[in-house]
T-cell receptor, first 113, second 112 residues
Framework: KQEVTQIPAALSVPEGENLVLNCSFT??????LQWFRQDPGKGLTSLLL?????REQTSGRLNASLDKSSGRSTLYIAASQPGDSATYLCAVLSNFGNEKLTFGTGTRLTIIP | EAQVTQNPRYLITVTGKKLTVTCSQNMNHEYMSWYRQDPGLGLRQIYY???????DKGDVPEGYKVSRKEKRNFPLILESPSPNQTSLYFCASSLGRRTEAFFGQGTRLTVV
């Protein structure tokens, strides 16, 4: 059974700093991994999708990496801004089973002005 | 604008009173899913649909029903809600198998 872990559960950093969010998964037989942002009352917003054959994906100040063999992904946020404050979730789509995303419980990020 | 729309956004109901949460997507996506989010448990899949009239159970289907009569709509039905179904519900859609998933804004349900 696939399990996804995100540590730490909460993180506070001063504005302008670069930061890394971590995601680990127990079964490396994944098809892809997706990072989401969750804002209160606004649902989930897809940030980046990494296919299992890829090592990283970039979008603006965000860079996600994937090391499938070690069961790890990181989300790097450059030059953080107060607007980056949100909960960040990672989810994996396994090669087996149905079309189901297995989610971590998220990291709540607070950027201090 | 491409989006997944859920209604209602907030709902308080009483135990046993049947309710339906609607989900609609305007992206012509084949796959649609329902998830519930509970503190400490993350999001868990309730049901999913691969196309019209094709649905299957996810990890936590007990107490829920779904139907997919049209490609764009995937309603979630609680025939007899109970307090343990109090949760934040999300509908998701994706173009095809193993493609990027897009989520709605969520429906916060409270069953008293």
């Amino acid at each position: 059974k696939q399990e996804v872990t995100q540590i730490p559960a909460a993180l506070s950093v001063p504005e302008g700093e670069n930061l890394v969010l971590n995601c680990s998964f127990t079964d490396s037989a994944i098809y892809n991994l997706q990072w989401f942002r969750q804002d209160p009352g606004k649902g989930l917003t897809s940030l980046l999708l990494i296919q299992s054959s890829q090592r990283e994906q970039t979008s603006g100040r965000l860079n996600a990496s994937l090391d499938k063999s070690s069961g790890r992904s990181t989300l790097y946020i450059a030059a953080s801004q107060p607007g980056d404050s949100a909960t960040y979730l990672c989810a994996v789509l396994s090669n087996f089973g149905n079309e189901k995303l297995t989610f971590g419980t998220g990291t709540r990020l607070t950027i201090i002005p | 604008e491409a989006q997944v729309t859920q209604n209602p956004r907030y709902l308080i109901t009483v135990t046993g009173k049947k309710l339906t949460v609607t989900c609609s997507q305007n992206m012509n996506h084949e796959y649609m899913s329902w998830y519930r989010q509970d503190p400490g448990l993350g999001l868990r899949q309730i049901y999913y649909s691969m196309n019209v009239e094709v649905t299957d159970k996810g990890d936590v289907p007990e107490g829920y029903k779904v139907s997919r009569k049209e490609k764009r709509n995937f309603p979630l039905i609680l025939e007899s809600p109970s307090p343990n179904q109090t949760s934040l519900y999300f509908c998701a859609s994706s173009l095809g198998r193993r493609t990027e998933a897009f989520f709605g804004q969520g429906t916060r349900l409270t069953v008293v």
